[in-house]
């Protein structure tokens, strides 16, 4: 007598920057960020979650605002999720990525994109259960969106093959 599996099965999805993605049944995410910053925002009660990768902090401008800026990101994805029939309330955030070198800018792009992250989410009042920001090394992460799971690796360097579509070896 053979047993059913009740396991879910993830979809698997390469968020690229300037994306939001949010998951309508379980996935697995990854994305490759630098300076760059992901917020992953996970409704307890719902069991799913939703990720976006921005470049750069803000902009006022809404002939161009899109999601390469974190303030429309961020906002956005919350947004997404409270229409979708998440409640504030029940969602909690992680807040990855913000990393800064001075051999590539001399402007400190990832503090500015975290900040605008926490900021966001401090006036939404969703709470923020870790951070893995800062720093000089580049991330590669991996969020599981139905377990709110986030695998986050620190690189010296990020290779055109860390980016998709992959090319060589990784």
């Not at 925002?41 to 976006?52: E, V």
């Not at 001075?102 to 926490?118: Q, T, Y």
């Amino acid at each position: 007598m053979s047993k059913k599996s009740n396991s879910i099965v993830p979809v698997n999805y390469f968020l690229e920057p300037g994306y939001i993605f949010l998951a309508t049944k379980p996935a697995i995410i990854s994305t490759v960020l630098g300076s760059c910053v992901s917020v992953c925002i996970y409704d307890r009660k719902r069991k799913l979650g939703g990720i976006n990768h921005f470049l750069l902090p803000s902009i006022r401008d809404n002939h161009q605002a899109t999601a390469k800026y974190g303030n429309v990101a961020t906002l956005t994805l919350i947004r997404m999720m409270v229409n979708d029939g998440s409640i504030i309330k029940h969602l909690e955030a992680q807040i990855l990525g913000g990393a800064y070198n001075p051999k590539i800018s001399s402007k400190d792009i990832g503090r500015e994109n975290i900040m605008v992250a926490r900021k966001i989410l401090a006036g939404k009042r969703i709470y923020v259960a870790s951070e893995d920001v800062g720093g000089k090394k580049g991330r590669k992460i991996v969020f599981n969106t139905h377990t709110n799971e986030i695998a986050a690796m620190k690189v010296e360097k990020l290779r055109k093959s860390d980016w998709y579509p992959y090319e060589d070896k990784r």
